[in-house]
T-cell receptor
Framework: KQEVTQIPAALSVPEGENLVLNCSFTDSAIYNLQWFRQDPGKGLTSLLLIQSSQREQTSGRLNASLDKSSGRSTLYIAASQPGDSATYLCAVRDDRGSTLGRLYFGRGTQLTVWP | EAQVTQNPRYLITVTGKKLTVTCSQNMNHEYMSWYRQDPGLGLRQIYYSMNVEVTDKGDVPEGYKVSRKEKRNFPLILESPSPNQTSLYFC????????????FGSGTRLTVV
């Protein structure tokens, strides 16, 4: 069964810092990997989607990379802002016939950016 | 607008009173799924459906039922809710064979007293 781990569990940084969130997964047979943002008590907002054949995706100040063979992804946030404070979730989508489409989540990294 | 719509957003109910949380998507997605989110436990899958009339258990299906009679709808049924089902619930949908990601509903916060 796929296991997804996110490190660190929590991160507190001053505004303006560049930071990296890490995600690792145990089974490389993935269809794609998706990074989400979740504000307290709210829904999940999709940030970036990386297909299994891709190495990275960028959106504004966010850059996500994928190393499928080693089971790792990173989310890079440039010039962090207080509005970036949220929980960031990594999810991998299964590529096996019996569980095709299933999404496995990490526990998230809770990010606080202080002014 | 492409979206997954859940209702209600908030619900307080009493133990044993049957309830249904509705989920509807307008993207013609084959795959739909229910998750619950609890502090310290993350998101756990309850049930999923790969197409109409095809449903299967996720990791925590006890106490829940689902049905998929139409492609767009995937209701979650709690026949006899108990306090340990107090949680934040999310419905999600996706294509099965296209390279797109998942879309999540806004969530339903359920409290069972």
């Amino acid at each position: 069964k796929q296991e997804v781990t996110q490190i660190p569990a929590a991160l507190s940084v001053p505004e303006g810092e560049n930071l990296v969130l890490n995600c690792s997964f145990t089974d490389s047979a993935i269809y794609n990997l998706q990074w989400f943002r979740q504000d307290p008590g709210k829904g999940l907002t999709s940030l970036l989607l990386i297909q299994s054949s891709q190495r990275e995706q960028t959106s504004g100040r966010l850059n996500a990379s994928l190393d499928k063979s080693s089971g790792r992804s990173t989310l890079y946030i440039a010039a962090s802002q207080p509005g970036d404070s949220a929980t960031y979730l990594c999810a991998v989508r299964d590529d096996r016939g019996s569980t095709l489409g299933r999404l496995y989540f990490g526990r998230g990294t809770q990010l606080t950016v202080w002014p | 607008e492409a979206q997954v719509t859940q209702n209600p957003r908030y619900l307080i109910t009493v133990t044993g009173k049957k309830l249904t949380v509705t989920c509807s998507q307008n993207m013609n997605h084959e795959y739909m799924s229910w998750y619950r989110q609890d502090p310290g436990l993350g998101l756990r899958q309850i049930y999923y459906s790969m197409n109409v009339e095809v449903t299967d258990k996720g990791d925590v299906p006890e106490g829940y039922k689902v049905s998929r009679k139409e492609k767009r709808n995937f209701p979650l049924i709690l026949e006899s809710p108990s306090p340990n089902q107090t949680s934040l619930y999310f419905c999600a949908s996706s294509y099965l064979y296209h390279p797109y990601g998942y879309t999540f509903g806004s969530g339903t916060r359920l409290t069972v007293v």
